[in-house]
């Protein structure tokens, strides 16, 4: 039952990796790249010399740039580079380039650059956010960040914000004014929105529960809804009397079903429901 279950979870974290490096590959290939933005990263670095040195294209630099730095990062860090970020890293360019041979994108979908911009990066953004999810990551930049992490005292969202903004501004000399513009919103678009992305999808509901009647409680969390349950004796300030606390966190899905069971069980407990999207532990997410 167990050997089962483990493998049903295993199973749904690939799907999970895939389907994260597959957004991420049209976000990049069907959005970013036909319309030149160039936001930063490894992604808006090739954009920029597949226009300046056209000998190669967009999908053969990424290629190249990500293998530079899977090579860089394998010598420099050792283990902290992953087989996880190598896997993602590679399968990502070479979906790229192979989308490149089976249909190529001469032009944009569309005559629409900002609705194509919308949708460049909010795929991005939900591909961002399955893969930090996953504890995964897509490579490019992320092992420079993780290179400086050890061997500097530099502040990495800063160095890599600025490392964008120079992609970003490079991209009004190579791609002209508009691709330079549409390019510096995409950056702020992705900014703001990976982050929000990825609390989204991480936000958990942290239970306080306090109640006279712990057992039936405790026991439905653990037996229906499966997860952990910590339980503090307290004490009503106002009436003096023996209270419980009971200390849980769980998916958004079943928090509606807990806070009617509590009050069913007792009408008369006291709940406090926080939001959370950083719960590190068994069932959740781990370091």
């Not at 530079?68 to 979906?95: D, Y």
Request: aromatic share 10%.
């Amino acid at each position: 039952m167990r050997s089962g279950m483990m493998e049903k979870n295993r199973i749904n974290y690939w799907l999970k990796v895939e389907a994260g490096v597959l957004l991420l590959t049209i976000g990049v290939y069907f959005f970013k790249t036909p319309n030149k933005f160039a936001t930063g990263g490894v992604s808006g670095l090739s954009v920029l010399l597949a226009k300046a040195f056209p000998a190669f294209t967009q999908a053969q630099y990424m290629a190249a740039i990500n293998v530079l730095l899977l090579v860089i990062g394998v010598i420099v860090l050792g283990k902290e580079c992953s087989g996880l970020t190598i896997f993602c890293s590679l399968q990502f360019s070479a979906l790229n380039w192979l989308l490149e041979i089976l249909v190529p994108m001469k032009e944009p979908f569309t005559s629409e650059p900002l609705m194509e911009l919308v949708y460049a990066m909010f795929l991005s953004g939900i591909a961002s956010g399955i893969l930090f999810d996953c504890n995964a990551s897509s490579g490019g930049t992320d092992i420079i960040a993780l290179i400086l992490k050890k061997y500097s005292t530099m502040d990495i969202g800063r160095a890599l914000l600025v490392t964008d903004m120079i992609i970003v501004m490079s991209n009004f000399f190579i791609n002209g004014i508009s691709a330079g513009l549409y390019s510096l919103l995409g950056l702020f678009m992705k900014t703001f929105l990976i982050d929000n992305i990825i609390e989204s999808m991480n936000l958990c509901k942290a239970f306080t529960i306090v109640t006279t009647k712990p057992e039936a409680i405790s026991d439905y969390i653990m037996s229906r809804l499966h997860h952990g349950v910590t339980m503090y004796e307290g004490e009503g300030g106002f009436t003096h009397g023996s209270k419980t606390m009971l200390l849980t966190v769980c998916r958004r899905a079943d928090a509606l079903k807990l806070r009617k069971y509590a009050k069913k069980a007792d009408p008369d407990c006291f709940i406090i429901i926080t939001n959370s999207s950083e719960i590190i532990g068994r069932g959740f997410r781990e370091v």
